[in-house]
């Protein structure tokens, strides 16, 4: 057996386009093949990585439930590792021995909006033992996402006006999509209904909650395909 020689089938490919048997030949053209295979299996790994990452760490809205009177306490644990979330509250006078006192409250007891990916929400749980329970979708298999625009518009009304909302079953029939084109709303897409008897721009969170603005003048609405609501 001559130095020279190698086995296996890379070598004889190697040999049958080099006959003379040059070991410089054999050694280039053996080490260019496995740098051209593992440049392949580099360029495969990277694929399958990158089909799996995006939805993996893409960040979603999700609803989860907590113990009543625990809302600010999971709120804070949340700000403390930077995450995401969003508690709705409402302002409410109430009555103590020491007279009448201001008290910010959650506006839907028990319940918080957290914006992360999917790994990490189950991090939060497994791993910092927070005490919350995520919605389920419909078929109850999979933690439910809140669209982005739903959630945007819900706080966008809670923001411009957190005391003039009012929270309704949210198994509330739907109505005629618009949008608020005047007033301190504009922008803001809902449902419109009469809700006692007045007109109201419903914002719906699917399967969650829906709440209703104060009395909005039909002039102030358009339907979403171009009509005005009247």
């Not at 990277?46 to 893409?58: Q, S, V």
């Not at 509250?89 to 914006?115: N, S």
Request: glycine fraction near 10%; charged fraction near 30%; hydrophobic fraction near 40%.
């Amino acid at each position: 057996m001559t130095h020279g020689n190698k086995s296996g089938p890379v070598a004889r490919l190697v040999r049958e386009a080099h006959p003379d048997g040059s070991k410089q030949a054999d050694d280039g053209h053996v080490g260019c093949f496995r740098q051209g295979i593992t440049r392949h299996r580099m360029d495969l790994a990277n694929i399958i990585n990158k089909a799996g990452a995006p939805e993996e760490k893409t960040r979603h809205w999700y609803a989860a439930y907590t113990h009543p009177n625990r809302e600010f306490a999971v709120k804070a644990r949340l700000d403390k590792l930077e995450v995401e979330n969003f508690l709705p509250t409402e302002e409410l006078v109430r009555e103590t021995p020491f007279g009448r006192k201001k008290a910010r409250v959650a506006l839907i007891h028990g319940m918080i909006f957290i914006r992360t990916d999917k790994a990490t929400s189950f991090a939060l749980i497994n791993d910092h033992g927070l005490r919350i329970i995520y919605l389920k979708d419909i078929e109850g298999h999979h933690s439910l996402i809140i669209p982005d625009k739903q959630m945007e518009d819900f706080m966008f009304l809670l923001d411009v006006s957190a005391n003039g909302v009012e929270v309704l079953n949210k198994d509330l029939r739907p109505g005629d999509r618009v949008r608020v084109v005047k007033g301190p709303l504009a922008g803001l897409e809902g449902e419109l209904m009469r809700v006692r008897g007045h007109k109201r721009v419903v914002i719906r969170l699917q399967g969650v909650a829906s709440i209703a603005t104060s009395y909005i003048p039909g002039s102030w609405l358009e339907r979403l395909d171009g009509k005005s609501g009247k």
